[in-house]
């Protein structure tokens, strides 16, 4: 009894702004807000690490200040229960519901001239809170967006292709959302209806619509999902620049726009049928899946068995993995519980993946040590992710309180 009423005056003298220092491993609650089951998040030159004890780890393009970039794992903050990576900035959302972020403060980054951020240009920003009664954090190229726990959904940072401004203050979008992503010209979120809906650029299809009339819009649009509806309810989906994906519960995966450079090799149907979702032939009992490269992705199946399908990935950083295939796709690994990919990024693919043994496994293109195996050598097969021993989360500088 008495060491836990020290740990409780312990726990009220950090969130005063005292320096954070404690870190656990793995265990599996169930996955609430106020517990944490373990997450990967990654992009560009950025990975993070949401272990069950929730501690986030960094690696790569970090953005702490006094650390830039490492190439080996770095605990950053506790009590973590989502998390989020953009290009140069990190957002963690904790388990009091306050959602927290750091990293490079430019113009390229989420961070810039959003308030209650230091506004110091071009110089790392240390963990601080922006935002309270957070559910989700979702980020792309400069911007993200984040679900509140009443199921709003907001936004800011560079939206030019979405409303044709630059919006650094949060500003609420819509009621009534379950799920979001953010890629870097589009939206896609998901109320709790079930309907999916796109906003941003549709220069190549990438909202779904069916047409390309609207080249770009800043009021959400219904997705077109009658061919998705008959099919089954959506479970998870993703976007990047110009291209959006979905999986559905009958475990198909369907995809609609496209990226420069695409063969259309992932459909096996006409340009047009890009304007909506259309089915990727040929795979099927999928459970995630992500955008890898310009013509690649990686998805998940049912059986913890994970697969790279695409063209040219030779090119991209991240080889295709020889062994068993599958309809023109390529096994990486079994036994796998989640995965990310680095996409939004121009050095070449990368992605790391966790196994049902705790480990961290990564591959592909390593300019910025986002691989985490402590070295910034490319890697054609995974390589396992070195995490330090006996580090603990960092108490200099301490946290920043907005």
Known sequence: MRKNIVLFFTCVF?????????????????????????ALAACAGLSLYLDSAGVVWAWGQVGLPGIKQTSVPVPVLTKGVRIAASLRAAFVVRSDGTLWAWGQNDRLSALWMLPGIPQKENEPIAPTRIMDNVFDVRA????????KQ???LWQWGNLQPQRGITQRAPFKVMNNISQVRQGAEHTLALDKDGQLWAWGSNLLGALGLGHSNIKATDKPQKVRQAALRK??????????YWESMAVLSDGSVWRWGKK????????????????YPTRISGIGSVKKAEFLSDSGFLFLKNDKSLWILGDNIDGQGAPRIGGVSLDGA?????????????????????????????????????????????????????????????????????LVEK
């Open 14 to 38: 950090l969130f005063a702004g005292m320096q954070e220092c404690f870190a656990d491993r793995i265990a599996n609650p169930p996955p609430q807000i106020n517990q944490t089951r373990p």
């Open 140 to 147: 792309g190229f400069g911007n993200a967006s984040v679900l």
């Open 150 to 152: 009443d199921h709003t």
């Open 260 to 275: 420069e450079g695409d063969t259309g090799r992932l459909i096996t149907h006409s340009m047009d049928t890009f304007l």
């Open 330 to 398: 390529d096994k990486v690994a079994d036994e796998v519980e989640n995965f990310a990919t680095h996409y939004m990024t121009v050095t070449g693919a990368s992605a790391l993946f966790r196994k049902s043994d705790g480990t961290l496994w990564a591959w592909g293109n390593n300019h910025f040590g986002q691989l985490g195996d402590g070295t910034t050598e490319n890697r054609e097969t995974p390589v396992r992710v070195q995490f330090p021993d006996g580090a603990r989360p960092l108490c200099d500088p301490p």
């Open 231 to 240: 099919k089954g309810r959506i479970v998870d989906f993703f976007c990047d």
